[in-house]
């Protein structure tokens, strides 16, 4: 029988209980744990003048909490904690090992951003309980393209070169990420509607590991399923560079996997134990499909979306599996070409970058994929990752 403390988002099913044995006692409370640290800093913060405490954490990441007399020498405690806690670097954290998984994924260019948009984004939907804070932020639709661009900017920064470096730029991202998350749970909490019996706490310790697992397996196991080839040293790289990325944005030692095979265990037993789909489920992907497509089009532009969305359902599909497509409402389209034409890419694009003589080559092509994709994402409006100061309320 089932904990009655355990949240009732997780499912402990008997074919769970079979695959997973009493691992699932151990990651069940992880739902209701969150992260104390990034949690002062947002209470710290609120006690300012607006925008006061974001500047500081920008000052603080530019040029490190000071005890003399400089511009931080009043930071306050909280932060100078969390700098404490992200300015130091496990003993596990294996640089070459961060940056060469960061590489594997840059060089695959747009193969990596349709998976990152049609399998690692809407997997995160498909959680019926670690969706909510995010469907609390309300404005689903109009909100979902800016929200692509974003989180590409992150993905495309931790994965540079030394992006990951006290001084890199994917640092500062997931720093602010951080925090951005304990300010979401700060104001879900103050909405007084939130149900921490029925889905655990918001952005808990649970559903942020899982996130870095759907950028790290979830786009390695799409990968697969089109045919792009990737040694399994490069998936072990790909998986320690979000390992170091799960840790400087709050996760647990205990809970952030150690290897590739111990980070696809993981994610299996989350899906094993997350319930079906809801219907904020298909509302956001739903937005996530059809919310780039402008009212004010031409009829040109409109059919030109269409057919780009009529792809991009086909590839979805293909790579979640029919019954989870039919689950999130993923609608059935006819781009049948789309799918084989995408595999026979994969395939010769996974041949070329494995010769050395291109691989460089392949590498700035992705890069540029990415500069470009985010530019267009954003659509020139900079993303600075600051907390939000409130909601503009449940839109469902």
Partial sequence: MKNATIPARFQDTADARR???????????????????????????????????????????????????????????????????????????????????????????????????????????????????????????????????????????????????????????????????????RLVRASGRWQTALWGEPVNQHDMVATALLFSVAVLDGFDKLGYHIPLAQKEDLVHLWRYVAHVIGVEQELIPGSYAEARRLAEMIFATQGAPDNDSRLLVDALISGGIGSGWNESQRRRAEQLRSIFCTISRAVLGEELADQLGVPRQSSILAVPLLRAVAVASSRAHAMPSLQDFALDLGDRYWQRSVAIALGGRPADFAPPEGFVGRQT
């Fill in 19 to 185: 695959r997973f044995g009493d691992q699932l006692d151990r990651l069940a409370p992880f739902l209701l744990r969150v992260d104390p640290v990034a949690d002062a800093v947002v209470e710290a913060f609120a006690s300012m003048p607006s925008g006061q405490g974001f500047r500081l954490l920008e000052a603080a990441l530019a040029r490190g909490v000071v005890d003399d007399d400089g511009a931080l020498a009043q930071a306050p405690a909280e932060l100078r904690a969390l700098f404490a806690a992200v300015d130091h670097v496990p003993l596990w954290v294996d640089w070459e090992a961060v940056n060469r998984g960061g590489t594997t994924f840059l060089r695959t260019g747009m193969l990596g951003g349709i998976l990152l948009a049609m399998q690692s984004l809407i997997l995160g939907y498909a959680s019926p309980g670690g969706n909510k804070p995010l469907v609390f932020s309300g404005r689903l639709r109009e909100q979902a393209p800016r929200r692509l661009g974003e989180t590409s900017r992150f993905v495309h920064a931790v994965s540079q070169v030394n992006g990951m470096r006290r001084s890199g730029e994917g640092f500062a991202i997931t720093v602010k990420v951080r925090i951005m998350h304990a300010q979401v749970r």
